[in-house]
């Protein structure tokens, strides 16, 4: 078969090089407008959720707090201060327990038990965090169908709490917690601190809280479920195909979160009380926002009604309204409290809450 040579000049190099170079230059002028239309309505905004471990610590605590959307850094005096803020434990004058439970989204068990004791100038507290989810079929891909075995999720933090007033107006107080989690035979687990300070002002009886929470290590998680086989060299014949290997996970960040409340009485008698509070948030899991709340007690705070918005002013938020409402019931030489809640959920079924404390 004959060959063919084509021979080109120099010149008609250059123009060919030309022309490519302007058909580049018209393509690359036009791919900005085709790709912009393509992806406007796919792409997404990056966030931080979902970024760190132990997610359980960031659920609301107590009946009380959770009615008036979360907005109870400034004021609160009970035990689930051991949440929201430490330094509110330092208003206990003697002892207190309390217990909560609640069922969280998609059935998951949350728990919630406290004790604290006035010793001297300083308070004492002690309290359990749990939550569980119910038992869960075993699937794999060869039995999509389920394997015969069950299998839960769990998570628990135990914290220790010290508060104590420094003056008549202002208090401090901080905690260390225990913090564990586990799905089927994994565990993970880590420690951490929160500190949290109240302050009196002497207008009008506002109060201001300020409070960081879950300072502490990464969390990763390790067990039996991250074990497998493997053929260290798959290319060759004869060697042990069955190694003992385990996988290694990263390590996240605890939900570090930052509180800085306030609070007033707008309304103070002997009969009625009408307090507004607003609590600004900052976690390191989430955009910034705002929780906003009121109650309203009578008959001398015999009876107490709660009300509440969460997540103010954050994208796509998860919670919304809340309500509740409470009973004091005194007869020496106990002190009765039963609080309930009611919180409105975007994606998920709504939240009861209730939470019974005692005091001597």
Do not use: C
């Amino acid at each position: 078969m004959a060959r063919r040579h084509i021979r080109l000049s120099a010149a008609g190099l250059r123009g060919a090089g030309l022309g490519m170079a302007l058909l580049a230059v018209i393509a690359v002028s036009l791919t900005p407008m085709s790709s912009s239309a393509q992806f406007d309505n796919t792409t997404r905004t990056v966030t931080k959720r979902g970024t760190t471990a132990a997610g359980f610590l960031g659920i609301p605590v107590g009946a009380r707090g959770a009615a008036m959307g979360g907005a109870i850094s400034a004021s609160v005096d009970d035990l689930s201060s051991i949440y929201w803020n430490v330094g509110g434990l330092a208003a206990q004058q003697g002892g207190a327990a309390t217990v909560e439970y609640a069922t969280w989204l998609a059935d998951i068990d949350f728990n919630y038990f406290a004790v604290a004791q006035r010793l001297g100038g300083a308070t004492l507290g002690l309290a359990i965090t749990s939550m569980r989810t119910p038992e869960m079929e075993v699937t794999t891909v060869a039995a999509q169908d389920g394997t015969g075995e069950t299998y839960t999720a769990s998570s628990y933090a135990l914290a220790l709490a010290y508060a104590r007033p420094l003056t008549d107006r202002f208090s401090i107080g901080g905690s260390v917690k225990l913090i564990s989690e586990r799905i089927w035979n994994s565990t993970a687990n880590g420690v951490a601190f929160d500190v949290g300070t109240t302050f009196v002002t002497p207008f009008r009886g506002v109060r201001l809280g300020a409070s960081i929470s879950n300072f502490g290590t990464k969390m990763q998680m390790g067990g039996d479920d991250l074990l497998v086989k493997v053929d260290i060299d798959p290319n060759n014949g004869g060697n042990n195909e069955s190694n003992r290997a385990s996988l290694n996970t990263d390590a996240f960040d605890l939900p570090l979160t930052m509180r800085i409340g306030l609070a007033s009485d707008v309304v103070s008698t002997e009969r009625t009380r009408f307090t507004l509070a607003v609590d600004a948030m900052n976690p390191n899991n989430s955009e910034q926002y705002m929780n906003v709340g009121a109650e309203i007690g009578l008959l001398g705070d015999l009876f107490q009604v709660r009300g509440g918005y969460a997540e103010l002013f954050l994208g796509d938020p998860v919670r919304s309204w809340t309500v509740g409402a409470g009973l004091r019931y005194r007869f020496a030489p106990l002190n009765l409290a039963v609080d309930y809640s009611y919180e409105v959920m975007e994606y998920f079924a709504d939240v009861n809450r209730f939470t019974v404390s005692l005091m001597w």
